[in-house]
């Protein structure tokens, strides 16, 4: 199938064909990425008109049941919603955090929702590359809203933060001892911290977790000019503060505006470029026959401290580029 076919029907909201598409973009196969990204350019027009949301949080917080619950309401609410995840942990455990389907039973029914596993394999930064590609391939098919979950376990949740829209924390009932387990780092990614499982003998933990938070986050600079992280509480179990959570998101975007939205965007495609560049620079550098030949000796001469780590880097770039 051509090109242009192949876009026309993801545009209609083919699922078989996004679900191509994507798997095309995950492929590492040369001719499978050249596929992949002829049919982005074409698609490119088609994108951008969904509300991002990336959503982290630590193991057992219960993203899985607030996704389900949260993307259910808002396709009651006439959205469409697709959820793709981060995991570069994946390829250790071989499955993925949502590799187990029945975990988001509702969503992976409905057709107004697509729920994709995280790519497996590759570092983080392969793995954030087809996500990205595959969240443009999902507005194009028009999802007007996009989930990027992670489980909290370090870089991640930056590669999320830095292609949504809105950075959502999902937190545990409870405060002090465990709040310490979640890296500072990743509480100031937050543009809004929510606090689940708000229910039964957990609502009074939950109250009082919301309200640690909430002190702890007036200590940090805001993500954005003029918005104050705002700590909800919600029970993923009994559905409850589910549009409260959407309202927050409204909030959060109207007070970028939409200038602010499209310059935060237009940041994150440059930032995404550079990367790409990084990564293909250090491939190129590394299969590099001439590089690949000094490489070992190099290496060694460093770590023995025989040479200094900056002549040996320059030696290799000019081998790199040709000029020994
Ligand atoms: N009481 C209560 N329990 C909940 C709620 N949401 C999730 N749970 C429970 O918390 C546990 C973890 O839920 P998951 O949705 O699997 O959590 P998760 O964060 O996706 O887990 P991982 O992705 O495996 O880290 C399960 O036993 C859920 O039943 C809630 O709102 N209230």
Redesign the pocket.
Known sequence: MDIEETAERIRTGDRRALARAITLAESSRADHRERAEALLAVLLPATGGSVRLGIS??????????IEAFGSRLIEEGHRVAVLAIDPSSRVTGGS?LGDKT?MERLARSPEAFVRPSPTGGSLGGVARRTREALLLCEAAGFDVTIVET?GVGQSETAVADMVDLFLL?LPPAGGDELQGIKKGVVELADLVVV?????D?LASARRAAAEYQSALRMLRPTTADWQVPVLQ?????ERGLDEVWQAVGRFRAALGEAGLARKRAAQARAWMWSEIDDSLIRAFRAHPAVAARLAEAEAAVSEGRQPAATAARELLAAFLGRT
Do not use: H, W
Request: charged share 25%.
């Open positions: 949080g630590p193991p057992g917080v219960g993203k899985s049941s607030f955090i975990r489980v999902l689940n499982k708000a229910d039964g957990l919600v029970s993923a179990r009994e």
